[in-house]
């Protein structure tokens, strides 16, 4: 008789802790690996004293699962899904569910759930965040797909995940590649959050000339108030680590970060979607610039900046701006996070879960945070709120913040200490306050060089101007009246 209650494909770092995690809440999971040797070896130590079930085949995986039968993937993202979904097909039955709980791209998850729809099975993409130490203690879980699977699933997943605030890490996110796609923006906000503070500790080291311990106090300090987050805690604690010779760790280390595939795919997905996700944006491209490390050794050489002068304002006032420059800019992110799932939903026809998805980030994953209740609030007050920006919390929030972070972003460039997530933060900021911006002038360029029309500003229509017209102007008396066929350029 089966009686596996899930089964889980690859035993690589992620499966084995996760399969240990649901072990642990009574859940019983029949483990498989590509090369079965895994799968010995993992009962023989890992998972020995368990109630842990090994498979040597496909097949015997399929049998051994009670009905539906469920099966998580933690295997390499890409073509390894597909091919194990091949392979599973033929021994599942209709309403049985396929889980990939792997870094896939959203667009993998779409078509996955639609052809696996196709052949009356439910699959489900669920991003899972935490790592190793989340995999076994409580990660992170955002599961989308088809939504049949969700009720079969739920206990296991939100037993599984971590627990925050006494409710669960996991919830159900919305339909097709959602969960992935949420997991993917995560990702992304995550990638902000570490350029903020890598800029944070930049100027209080190169403007203010503050040592790596009294970095780290200061950060143990911020961790104690609206900043309170594992990224700030680690923070401190990286800043505290010395090397054998009493140097701190950090100054030892290659100043040049990479980028693996989501906080670009984030961008990517910005820009295909028209939504100004820039401190991503700005995130990713602060890692590419750090990549040239050879020419930015030639640059500091070759070009000169502006003279070093020690501060000689308020010490103590200037670390305060920090952090309100700090905690406004993480908000700016994440109000731009927000607004591109959004926009996504709208385009996608998803309805997704705001609050939830704020929740499901408060623990198991790298950007947890106390922040993420206060978001969660904003999304539970008014379900369709347009932007973190209207809530009223957050309103105050970033009113009482702006003096310090202006005061920050200008220090910063008259320091000459590249700000990029900062700065572009408070410039969508300002843009997104503005009633006008100079797109206007925008519009009237491109009629002018290539008769690509412009519309008139309500309330300026005239004769000439009309209302709701694509109107082309002949700015030169040269031009003809002919105008181009495309507005949006
Ligand atoms: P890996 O990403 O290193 O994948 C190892 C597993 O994939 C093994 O079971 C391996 O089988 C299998 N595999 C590979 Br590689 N190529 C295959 C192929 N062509 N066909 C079938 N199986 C193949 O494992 P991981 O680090 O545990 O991550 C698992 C998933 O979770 C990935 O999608 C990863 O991006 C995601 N993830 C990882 C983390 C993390 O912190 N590591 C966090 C969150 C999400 P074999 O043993 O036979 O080679």
Redesign the pocket.
């Known amino acids: 008789m089966a009686t596996g209650d899930i089964g889980l494909?690859?035993?690589?770092?992620?499966?084995?802790n996760l399969i240990l995690n649901m072990n642990d809440k009574g859940f019983n999971v029949v483990a498989f690996?590509?090369?079965t040797s895994?799968v010995d070896a993992f009962l023989e130590n890992e998972a020995k004293g368990t109630n842990v079930q090994g498979a040597w085949s496909i097949e015997e995986l399929c049998s051994k699962l009670k009905r539906p039968r469920k099966v998580i993937l933690?295997?390499?993202?890409?073509?390894?899904?597909d091919?194990?979904i091949e392979q599973l097909v033929p021994h599942m039955e209709p309403g049985d569910i396929i889980i990939d709980?792997?870094?896939?791209h959203f667009p993998d998850s779409n078509r996955r759930t639609k052809e696996l729809s196709a052949k009356g099975l439910l699959f489900v993409g669920s991003?899972?965040?935490?790592?190793?130490e989340?995999?076994r203690h409580g990660?992170s879980l955002m599961p989308g797909g088809n939504p049949e699977a969700w009720p079969h699933i739920k206990e296991i997943f939100q037993k599984a995940s971590a627990q925050a605030y006494g409710e669960p890490c996991c919830d159900w996110v919305g339909p097709e590649g959602a969960g992935h796609y949420v997991k993917m923006v995560h990702n992304g906000i995550e990638y902000g959050d570490m350029q903020l503070i890598s800029e944070a500790y930049d100027i209080l080291k190169r403007g203010l000339d503050l040592s790596e311990s009294e970095i780290a106090d200061i950060f143990l300090t911020w961790n104690k108030g609206v900043l309170d987050s594992f990224l700030i805690d680690i923070t401190a604690n990286i800043l505290k680590f010395n090397d054998d010779d009493g140097q701190p760790l950090v100054t030892k280390i290659l100043d040049q970060a990479g980028q693996k595939g989501t906080g670009k795919w984030t961008a990517i997905a910005a820009l295909d979607a028209g939504s100004p996700v820039t401190l991503i944006g700005e995130a990713v491209f602060a890692r590419c610039l750090s990549a040239l490390k050879e020419e930015r050794i030639r640059a500091s050489k070759a070009i000169a900046g502006p003279a070093k002068e020690a501060f000689k304002g308020d010490k103590k006032q200037f670390i305060d701006d920090l952090e309100q420059a700090l905690y406004a800019s993480k908000l700016i992110s994440y109000t731009q996070g927000f607004m591109l799932m959004r926009e996504t939903a709208k385009e996608m026809n998803w309805e997704l879960n705001y609050a939830g998805i704020a929740k499901m980030w408060r623990g198991g994953c790298i950007i947890k945070s106390v922040f993420l209740s206060d978001i969660s609030k904003a999304f539970l007050k008014k379900l369709d709120l347009e932007s973190l920006l209207f809530d009223d919390f957050f309103n105050k929030a970033i009113e009482n913040a702006q003096p310090g972070w202006r005061r920050v972003v200008a220090q910063a460039v008259l320091w000459g200490i590249p700000t990029p997530a900062f700065s572009t933060a408070l410039a969508f900021f300002d843009g997104y306050r503005s009633e006008i911006l100079p797109a206007n002038l925008l519009q009237a360029q491109r009629d002018y060089f290539g008769a690509h029309t412009f519309r008139v500003l309500p309330g300026k229509e005239n004769d000439k101007l009309q209302p709701g017209k694509d109107i082309h102007i002949n700015w030169t008396g040269r031009g003809g009246n002919v105008s181009a066929s495309t507005y949006i350029a």
């Open positions: 494909i690859g035993l690589a770092v992620m499966g084995q690996n590509r090369t895994k933690l295997v390499k993202a890409g073509d390894a899904v091919a194990f709980g792997g870094n896939s991003g899972v965040s935490g790592g190793e989340g995999a990660p």
